[in-house]
């Protein structure tokens, strides 16, 4: 059976549009959907749990995306293993599509192309997408996806996977090129941050998540580094891309700067995110379940079936990384 592992820290405003694109045309019995929630503080267990029999939910006291892809390792049992970031889309398709193509000779990890939900965000959001998405380092690698996807020999292969606060790099950096593929007609959605400050948050992680990878004996991440060259590349295919390219390079220095004090600490625990791109799906939410729909007719209200998280005790021994 294939399982679907979703860290989820602080979630609660995203999970459910997940979850109901990867439960709603599943079959029975066709995933172990897994979320972990860990460390929070909001409802994303609660989220979840109300999607009854079909999510299992295991919850943590502390935050940390390592310890919840351990546990959720932990309690799964089939294979192929997908492992999902909560604030992105993937429908049941796409997952399907994933193992389908772990099924190939020499294929041991998989991801989908993403999909970047541009619309409604300021230049300044666009114009680093813009230059980003045509990295070679971003358009061949599986990490910055929220989606990767291993059969049992990938997933042997990641047993040796340290506690680094950029998993997705560090998980495509143990796979050679030619043992990894990313599968066409398959698609991750993925929602960049509407702020500057969002933006900002998100690529100071990027920043420390490298640094402490490229501390990390046995990784290396020159191959997935920005050139200056790259750059120059893009410029050279689309001049009019020179001012976003400036900006870009002005970004990267802007991240620096402000993962500077926790480079100086040691400090690869502390989580920078976006919180703007959550608060607005949390709003579009809110504003599509106002508007009045008419049910059936002769349709009986549904009743919800409630469930309750697990919480992990002293038979799950469970590893932290902070």
């Avoid at 920078?272 to 729909?293: F, G, V, W």
Wanted: proline share 8%.
């Amino acid at each position: 059976m294939t399982t679907v592992i979703i860290p989820a820290h602080n979630e609660g405003q995203v999970i459910r549009r997940l979850l109901k694109q990867l439960i709603n045309d599943a079959d029975p019995g066709e995933m172990d959907i897994i979320v972990v929630a860990n460390g929070c503080v909001d409802d994303t267990a609660e989220v979840a749990a109300s999607f009854g029999p079909a999510v299992r939910v295991l919850t943590l006291p502390t935050a940390s995306k390592y310890a919840a892809l351990t546990a959720g390792d932990r309690a799964a049992a089939g294979f192929p293993r997908i492992y999902v970031d909560a604030d992105v889309e993937v429908r049941t398709a796409d997952v399907r599509a994933l193992v389908a193509a772990l099924r190939q000779p020499g294929v041991l990890a998989a991801a989908p192309p993403r999909e970047l939900v541009i619309a409604g965000r300021p230049w300044w959001v666009r114009w680093y997408y813009d230059v980003w998405t045509q990295l070679p380092g971003v358009q061949h690698g599986l990490w910055g996806r929220g989606v990767i996807a291993v059969n049992e020999a990938g997933h042997r292969r990641l047993a040796d996977l340290p506690p680094v606060q950029g998993d997705d790099l560090a998980m495509s950096l143990m796979f050679e090129p030619h043992e990894t593929v990313l599968v066409p007609g398959t698609r991750v959605i993925m929602h960049p941050p509407l702020t500057f400050v969002g933006l900002l948050s998100r690529r100071a992680r990027c920043v420390t998540g490298v640094v402490q990878i490229e501390h990390t004996p046995g990784f290396d991440t020159s191959a997935d580094r920005t050139r200056i060259s790259d750059l120059i590349d893009i410029i050279r295919r689309r001049p009019g891309m020179l001012l976003p390219v400036g900006y870009f390079l002005s970004m990267a220095v802007f991240a620096r700067l402000r993962a500077s004090p926790f480079l100086v600490r040691g400090d690869y625990q502390t989580w920078l995110r976006d919180e703007s791109s959550r608060t607005h799906a949390a709003t579009a939410a809110a504003q599509s379940a106002a508007k009045p729909t008419a049910p059936p007719s002769g349709a009986r209200p549904a009743v919800p079936v409630a469930a309750v998280p697990r919480q992990l005790d002293g038979r799950d021994h469970v590893p932290h990384n902070g």
